[in-house]
């Protein structure tokens, strides 16, 4: 099954609100006590203490690579459009920084309608005048939130974001400098991004202890095909509050329905350089997700992504998109809320980590 979207209509052909039905799904009957596709972009707050984030978020990790300075200002656009309100970057994203500076420029005349949230602490090419001093110290974080900040246009960075621990700098160091930021109203929240569980009781502690500002979100590679940081990351961010912000969604297109088993990925995606994009385990756990998919008259990417925006903690999904079509089927598919008889089904297909 590969789903076309052409724009925010249903790739089903459902109005807003509809029960679920499968159309064109063959005899198949769909099944009872199924989720049910909100009327809008669901809201929630971005764990215990963050801001009021759209239960997707758009990913800019293509900004300044794949997409340039008009596609940017497609994309916030149409975000704008649909609801999405959280627009995720970072300091390393294209070359020069440059995501940053054609998201800033796209938001011209929206910006208070957006939480802007990037990051700080991988190595940056092609900005000058980088700091020689560990990437999670004090003095790196003062250069690096006001390069950010003269990047993106703007005056406060919504949600700051650790991006990966340096393994050098002390976290008491880094949190610090971070909460200065919160007191100066640069930032407004503060994250963290590739934390291990033990790196999230530490920061907390710290935080408590010092009363500072501590991190509101955590931003980790999550999917319904890479669930281990349910076993551990999952639990440390409940205890303390964090909301969870997961990237690679779609495990690297494998759950948009795009690869087939056996054959080489079409021209343009992500593997497509793979001659086999996936091991015969994973397709049969994509074949299982297929029908359970039309069991319940959605696509495999309303299972991929509101599925993994009903798990617990997950305050928005972090998509990437290099086209506002693209951006209108993920928001649909945020959309499907499944319901509890779906979401233990899915568990069965996919253990919990």
């Not at 690096?144 to 650790?162: M, P, W």
């Not at 621990?165 to 008491?172: I, M």
């Not at 590679?221 to 964090?242: D, F, K, M, T």
Request: net charge negative; charged share 25%; proline share 5%.
């Amino acid at each position: 099954m590969r789903v076309q979207f052409s724009g925010p209509s249903d790739p089903l052909g459902r109005e807003p609100g509809d029960a679920l039905t499968g159309p064109g799904r063959g005899s198949r009957p769909i099944l009872a006590r199924v989720g049910r596709v909100a009327d809008q972009l669901p809201t929630r707050a971005l764990g215990r203490s963050g801001p009021e984030v759209s239960a997707l978020g758009l990913g800019c990790n293509q900004l300044g690579r794949t997409v340039d300075r008009d596609g940017a200002r497609e994309l916030v656009a149409e975000c704008d459009a649909l609801g999405v309100n959280l627009v995720d970057t970072a300091d390393t994203y294209g070359e020069a920084g440059t995501s940053e500076l054609f998201l800033g420029a796209a938001l011209a005349g929206r910006r208070d309608r957006f939480v802007v949230a990037t990051k700080f602490g991988m190595e940056l090419s092609g900005i000058e005048g980088v700091p020689d001093v560990p990437r999670g110290s004090r003095e790196y974080i003062r250069w690096a939130i006001e390069g950010s900040l003269r990047r993106l246009d703007t005056d406060h960075i919504d949600l700051y974001q650790y991006h990966r621990p340096d393994g050098v700098t002390p976290l008491e160091e880094t949190l610090g400098a971070l909460n200065e930021l919160v007191e100066d109203g640069r930032v407004r929240f503060i994250g963290c991004s590739n934390f291990t569980a033990e790196q999230v009781d530490e920061a907390a502690r710290i935080a408590d202890r010092n009363g500072w500002a501590g991190f509101v979100s955590l931003q980790n590679q999550y999917s319904l095909l890479n669930r281990e940081i349910e076993a551990e990351v999952v639990p440390a961010c409940e205890r303390h509050g964090l909301g969870i912000l997961p990237y690679f969604p779609l495990a690297r297109g494998l759950l948009t329905g795009k690869y087939r088993r056996g054959e080489a990925g079409p021209a343009g995606t992500r593997l497509s350089a793979r001659g086999e994009v996936a091991d015969a385990r994973t397709f049969d756990v994509l074949d299982s997700l297929e029908r359970y998919a039309e069991e319940r008259g959605v696509s495999l990417l309303e299972v991929a992504i509101g599925g993994l925006a009903a798990q617990p903690a997950v305050g928005s999904v972090i998509a990437g998109a290099t086209r506002p079509d693209q951006i209108a089927g993920n928001a649909r598919a945020a959309r499907w809320i499944p319901s509890e008889d779906d979401m233990r089904a899915l568990d069965e297909i996919v253990p919990r980590g």
